[in-house]
């Protein structure tokens, strides 16, 4: 498992272990519902799933031809959780009457847009039937590797 993935992976069970306790504490503090509510299912459906399935694809999916995404991984981990962690802390605080801040939670969905898009695209090379896996397979060889 490379570093991308490593992180990946622990930062989706971190958010698994947020969600949990934020649901906890909505039973025991009713008033947090309101302003928590949205940011709890984001931290639920992006933080822990999408990301869990973004780090064990970036891990598990094919790399034909020894493909190497350290770069797209990196780029993808940073522009999620920045846009993740930019809108978890500030949508409570918008949907408590801060309404300056919205601009600033447009910036979080663009950058968790960004991060769908980089990994959209590095899967996009990976993704490939079995005739171009001959052909890449038939270009290796004739390079001599």
Request: no cysteine; glycine share 12%.
């Amino acid at each position: 498992m490379g570093f991308w993935h490593y992180l990946f992976i622990r930062a989706a069970l971190v958010y698994l272990v947020y969600t949990a306790l934020l649901g906890t504490l909505f039973y025991l503090f009713p008033g947090l519902v309101g302003p928590f509510r949205p940011s709890h299912v984001h931290a639920g459906l992006v933080g822990f799933f999408l990301q869990m399935v973004m780090g064990v694809a970036y891990w598990m999916m094919p790399r034909p031809g020894g493909l190497r995404q350290d770069r797209l991984e990196g780029i993808t981990f940073v522009l999620l959780n920045a846009g993740l962690l930019l809108r978890l802390v500030l949508e409570p605080l918008s949907l408590s009457g801060h309404a300056g801040l919205r601009p600033w939670l447009g910036v979080s969905g663009v950058l968790q847009v960004l991060a769908t898009l980089v990994f959209a695209h590095a899967m996009g090379r990976r993704v490939l039937t079995a005739e171009m896996l001959r052909r890449l397979r038939e270009e290796r060889e004739r390079r001599g590797g």
